[in-house]
């Protein structure tokens, strides 16, 4: 492996956290007066016409896609139309911070689920890096009794969580075969069908663009639709599907020090040794093989 390759190999994990972390930033600066559900879909509607632009231009070949096409269409089903979906509606009910708080069971449910799905082992030291993980998610977010009492919208966050392992364990399997352009393609594609159906049926479409909302669309398109998305795609298809999950410890702690250096929220020493702790957990979850 040329030095090249070997870098972005090292940054993409960082990458992947800036990018993600920066969405909860980007929705708390003004979350868009759109209904959530409609603006997903234009977000990925917007987000798949690039892709396919840029395939054009790039000249890039689809025939890898006889075969396998459902796949892409049932994993982008599942890691961004219904986790994402999910997530919004849980919101409704909870806090950001318990659903970064149930969405710390992501990592440890894939954690799990990889050994009978993909054949993959974890060894004590990564089950270990799970463990500090968890507390250093908790630690960052703190937990809200009166939030894990709302039913409906644990269940909502709970239900994003098992969508986004499954999707990560079936793309691990099924999915790793095929340039990220195209992958990234079939499957934005696949949640924006998905969430405009979900808006017809289940939401009251409401819609004022607004330049705050435009920016928000924008860079969430462009940075984590596209970006994000992207290296996290890049990162299933060369490496093992538990290390990759574990790199959601760090998102909670990443936005509660961006919210600070951009937004000017409190981050408590708590919040700080919280994301030391995670730190730590990721560390060992990826150099404990």
Known sequence: MTAAPTLFAGLAPLAFIFLWSMAFVAVRAGLPDVSPLYFLAVRFAIATTILVTIAALWRLGWTGLRQTWRHFVVAGVLINALYLSAAYLAMTEISGATLALLGALHPLLTALLSGPVLGERFRARQWLGVACGIA?????????????????????????????????????????????????????????????????????????WTPTALATLGFLVCAVSLGGMALLLYMLKNGAAGRVAANFYLTPGTTAVLGWLILGETLSPLAILGFVIASVGVWLVNRGG
């Open 136 to 208: 250093g998610v908790a630690l960052v977010v703190g937990i809200d009794a009166n939030d894990l009492a709302q039913r409906a919208g644990v269940a909502w966050g709970l239900g994003s969580v098992v969508c986004l392992t499954a999707g990560t364990l079936y793309y691990s399997r099924y999915c790793r075969g095929l340039g990220l352009v195209q992958a990234n393609t079939i499957q934005l594609a696949a949640a924006a069908a998905v969430t405009a159906a979900f808006a017809l049926a289940f939401e009251d479409v409401r819609a004022d």
